[in-house]
Structures are given as C-alpha cells and as structure tokens.
C-alpha cells in the first residue's frame, strides 16, 4: 500500500493491537476498515513450519519468453489515435525490457493509451515499475515494498529511456 492517508489510518487502527495478543478474526476485522480485500485464513491442524527462506519462482526460460514476446500481446492504434497495449503477463525487466520499449515507443505522441492488462496474471514488480515509469513519468514515490524478515525491498517508477 503507498504511503498516504489509507495506509495512515491502517496503522492507526493496528498500533493499539501491537503488543496485545488477537486472533486471526479480530485482526482481520480490524485491517478490513482499510483493506477490503483481505482474508486471513489459519488452519490449526497444520503440522506445517514457518518457511525460513522465501519460496522464490523458478528462473523464466529466455526462449519461452522470447516466443510470447514477453507478455505483450498486441500494440494497436485506431484511427483517432488512441493506442491499446495488451499486456498477459510481466516477465522478468532483463527478458521483457526490449519489447516494453518498443510497446511504449509505437505508443509515443497517442493522445490516449489504453493499458490492457485483462488477461494478466501478474509476475515481476520491477516490469511494473517499469510501466509506471512509461505512465507516470518521474516521481519520488516508491510503487511497492516487500518487508522480508531481514530486510526490505522497494520498486520504484523506472524512468523510461529517450525514444
């Protein structure tokens, strides 16, 4: 969640929660006045263990993502200008970088763009960040943040190259 005034008030409703023992419910309840989407689910006949290291995805293939042109489906213009991107899926930035650059470049100078992303199932943060660069241009706020035990990590609007 972006920094700003949702995530302001969810940390309000959570602090007085902080030292005092919830169950999965009540935690949920309270997170649900800010995020409507969120369901915790806890299954107490689970001999399951915490995972000490982040599953991670498996390494894309270069030539599957090639084949697909990572993802990008379709660049079309209608005849009042306006271009349609279609993307299906966000491979890795390395993989999908040339064929975002020719998306976006083919878009230039529209004077609307369309981002279909209907069928996308989603995949790497830093290819978004790369999109939002396209579409928001520069700023100073960050799109996304993972809190590892050990450390964080951040995705910022990656400022497109002069096309």
């Known amino acids: 969640m972006p920094a700003g005034p949702r995530l302001d008030k969810l940390l309000a409703d959570l602090a007085p929660l902080r030292h005092t023992p919830v169950t999965p419910a009540e935690l949920e309840a309270v997170c649900q006045r800010t995020v409507r989407h969120l369901e915790l689910h806890v299954d107490p006949e689970s001999a399951a263990s915490p995972d000490e290291e982040p599953p991670g995805w498996p390494p894309a293939d270069p030539e599957a993502v090639r084949r697909k042109a990572a993802g990008l489906t379709s660049v079309s213009r209608r005849d009042d ?3 349609t991107i279609k993307i ?3 491979e890795p930035l390395p993989l999908a970088l040339p064929y975002l650059d ?11 763009l369309i981002l279909d992303l209907s069928d996308n199932g989603g995949g790497d943060p830093a290819t ?6 396209w579409l928001l241009g520069e700023t100073t706020r ?4 993972v809190i590892y035990r050990d450390r964080r990590r951040q995705w910022w609007p ?4 002069p096309t």
């Open 142 to 145: 960050p799109l996304s943040e």
């Open 102 to 112: 020719a998306a976006f470049t083919l878009a230039r100078h529209a004077p609307a």
């Open 128 to 133: 978004v960040a790369a999109i939002a660069g």
């Open 88 to 90: 299906d899926s966000l």
């Open 158 to 161: 990656r400022t497109p190259r």
């Open 81 to 83: 200008g306006t271009c």
